[in-house]
């Protein structure tokens, strides 16, 4: 392969068993290497050099002593085709743990190496065969426990982000080679760019970044799932919300007020889309400093949440408050409020039309109403789910955007201001810097060993 990374990877031929731990009807295991072929071939009763590329051989599996472990089949997939970008070798064996580690300790006394997490990732990556924010994506895909974080996962994994990033990278690679050729004749003060059109490129590339930066809090909600605060004055019912939602005793319940004094929070997926509902301590005046704590909190969830559920008690609260209520709150402008009257079994809802808010009706103790919440929420949040447009939802990606957007605004400001070239020039290096760290164009071990060992072994 013609990789300038080739010489990253070390020498060895890897091995990992792929599949979960623990019996099953068949195990994978994965062996990724030059020397796959000949090192695989010594466990298995048939030449894997034999086999054809993409082609697969039923044969046996021995251990070192030329006793039979058991019979299964070889998948062969040559290099550069293959994943890791390396001649690979899968064996589809029996899942007893028993026959996984046999085939294991024969493979490493062969001379193979057992991988490290995400070590065929890695490689694939090293060999050019996936970029950075592809085989980040792997790893989402394998995490991903719901449909929005599949979806996500996917559309980077297709290379649509990537793209963006180097579509961006070569604008700027670009300008700053006309910056760097001004600085080359530097004596003859000559410019070789039209400043205006400078000016309007930056201004181009920092829109372009800076949405995708914008889009770090959508993303990241969608992915982690929409923070939902449930707030109110105490015995409201918020931790019997929080439960029924859940469809879990997740929550104490009592008819005690002020129960629940720190932040309970949970997960879940209403019709594909990912929810985190926090319940909190009730909001009231107290000398307690743990309860005191436990409102701070709440009241810091309530500020930080997509959407705050206000949750009041038919039987006590009236609609006349309910903006002194919010109000109290601090929210910022951003945050959606939802008016929820619980305890609708014990009486009808006060009228509250005045305030303009959605307002739900329920009994979060016998489940009526609790569609319409979920209809309510589903309706505020779908407007915000992007399709299929970029969205970033990776920390790493999101910091090395902001630090991009930073050095870009840096070269705007200096070229305003006639600032020398040599200094914009090092901000436009930076810059591309902080963009080819997002693709792997540009890469440092330690950031390498960060991302892949978070992997799982055997991908
Ligand atoms: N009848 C009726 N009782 C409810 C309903 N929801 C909650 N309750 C009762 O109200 C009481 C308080 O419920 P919690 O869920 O603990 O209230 P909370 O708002 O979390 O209270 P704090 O944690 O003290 O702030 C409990 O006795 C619940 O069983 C409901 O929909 N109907
Ligand atoms: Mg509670």
Redesign the pocket.
């Known amino acids: 392969m013609n990789s300038p990374f080739r010489d990253a990877v070390d020498g060895a031929t890897i091995c990992a068993i792929s599949t979960a731990p623990g019996a099953g009807g068949i195990a994978v295991i994965r062996v990724s290497g030059k020397d796959a072929l000949p090192l695989g071939s010594k466990v298995f009763s048939k030449a894997l050099n034999e086999i054809n590329d993409r082609s697969i051989a039923f044969g046996k599996f021995k251990d070192a002593k030329g006793i039979m472990l058991d019979e299964g089949i070889a998948l062969v997939m040559r290099g550069p085709g293959s994943y890791t970008g390396e001649d690979t070798v899968e064996f589809n064996i029996h899942g007893s743990p028993y026959i996984q580690r046999e085939v294991m300790q024969a493979l490493i006394e062969a001379g193979c190496r057992q991988a490290g997490p995400g070590e065929f990732t890695q490689r694939a990556f090293l060999h050019g065969r996936l970029d950075l924010t592809q085989a980040e994506a792997v790893a989402d895909l394998i995490a991903a426990e719901h449909a929005g974080a599949h979806r996500l996962a996917i559309d980077q994994l297709r290379g649509g982000f990537a793209r963006e990033i180097n579509a961006l990278r070569e604008a700027l690679i670009g300008f700053a080679g006309l910056l760097e050729l001004e600085l080359d004749f530097a004596e003859e003060d000559v410019e070789f760019a039209d400043r205006q059109r400078f000016d309007d490129l930056l201004a181009d590339l920092l829109k372009r970044v800076g949405q995708l930066a914008d889009s770090f809090a959508s993303g990241n909600a969608l992915k982690e799932g929409i923070p939902v605060a449930i707030v ?1 004055a ?8 929080l439960n029924a939602l859940l469809g879990d005793e997740r ?10 004094r720190d932040t309970v929070e949970d997960a879940c997926t209403i019709d594909g889309l990912r929810f985190r509902f926090i ?1 909190t ?2 909001l009231r005046d107290t000398k307690d400093q743990i309860e005191a704590e436990g409102i701070r909190r709440a009241l810091a969830k309530a500020a930080s949440a997509a959407t705050v559920l206000l ?1 009041l008690d038919v039987t006590q609260d009236s609609g006349e408050d309910i903006q002194d209520r919010i109000d109290a709150l601090s929210l910022p402008d951003t945050a959606q409020v939802m008016v929820v009257w ?5 009486g009808p809802k006060p009228n509250d039309s005045s305030l303009g808010l959605p307002s739900i009706e329920l ?4 489940g009526a109403g609790m569609d319409a919440l979920r209809n309510e929420l589903l309706k505020q949040h779908r407007a915000n789910d992007h399709g299929h447009q970029l969205v970033v939802t990776n920390l790493r990606h999101f910091e090395a955007l902001t630090s991009a957007q930073k050095a870009l605004q840096s070269v705007r400001n200096g070229l305003s201001q006639d600032t020398p070239g040599d200094l914009v020039a090092v901000d436009a290096r930076l810059a591309l810097h902080h963009l080819g760290e997002i693709t792997g164009a540009v890469h440092a071990d330690d950031i390498l060993g960060h991302i892949f060992s978070h992997f799982c072994i055997g991908k």
Do not use: E, M, Q, Y
């Open positions: 109110g105490p015995n409201r019912g918020k931790s019997t919300l929550a104490i319940v009592s008819d005690i007020p002020g129960t629940t319940d301590a009730g949750l619980n305890k609708c079994d014990l009994s979060a103790a016998t």
